[in-house]
């Protein structure tokens, strides 16, 4: 599986985790089976619906191993690493990829600012401790050192740097991406209302939290565009952008994890400090998930 081209829809996997602290791992279990027989393409976990930052190792841990477990092979699990040192992050990947993790992706956290230098260092770093395929994470909007173009540049050089994922919402960066990295990276998109418009410019597919709550909505849309069927495709697009406009408005981890207790799995709330899904959030979430068709009649009378 380590060896498997990366495509196709990846969700970023909630992390259910109990009031004591223990990972759900029933739930997370069951959720990655469903997530699988809708026919996705790969399973992330710990990327930001999967609430990394707010989790111990252990939790970290337990959430990977659950997913390869649950995924046994069928499809590839590229598990999130993320942290503010080297030696934490090479800590973090090696011991994913002894778990079973198909691949690795990449997400630098940092609280003061690094040098270009620092950023490709980081990422050389972890690409260095695996032989797993690495996907690079970047994200402006939330990120405090992002990659900038000639830092991607350079660690699309490095062998098992494969794949980045783009959450920057911004075309252009990603067609500039493109063009400097030719075929040695393979582009991702990140947000649920763009996918189509990164698969017309060259992306391989989208690596997104909204994917949890709409699968095979999502795996629809991927197979529409890998036909070149453009007009279709935003037919399929266009509904799902009712979904991403409450996703913008309250917190992703409270929104995905809000749509999929609707939809009958008990993930439980984002964990606190984050607050869960409001009332007037829970109401917007279900109307986007109902116009999709993502939610059963059951479901939408509750």
Known sequence: MAAAEFHGVFPYLVSPVDASGEVKTQVLERLCEDLIAA????????????????????????????????????????????????????????????????????????????????????????????????????????????????????LARIANIRYIKDASFNTGRLLSIIERVGDRMKVFAASAHIPACVMLIGGVGWMAGPACVAPRQSVRLYETCRRGDWSAAMDLQRPLWALNQAFAKYNLAACIKGGLQLQGYDVGAPLPPQAPLPPEGVAEVKRALAAIGALQPSQTAA
Do not use: C, M
Request: aromatic share 10%; charged share 15%; hydrophobic share 50%.
């Open 39 to 154: 026919g996705v393409h790969g399973l992330t976990p710990l990327g930001s619906t999967g609430e990394f930052a707010y989790l111990s190792w252990a939790q970290r841990r337990a959430v990977v191993e659950t997913v390869v477990r649950a995924a046994n092979k069928r499809v590839p699990v590229v598990a999130g690493v993320a942290a503010t040192t080297i030696a934490d992050a090479v800590t973090q990947a090696r011991e994913f990829e002894r778990l079973g993790a198909s691949g690795i992706l990449a997400i630098l956290e940092a609280y003061f600012p690094l040098s270009d230098e620092g950023v490709f260092e980081y990422f050389a770093a972890v690409a260095g401790a695996v032989s797993l395929p690495v996907v690079l994470y970047t994200n402006p909007n939330f990120q405090r050192s992002d990659l900038s173009l000639p830092v991607i540049e350079r």
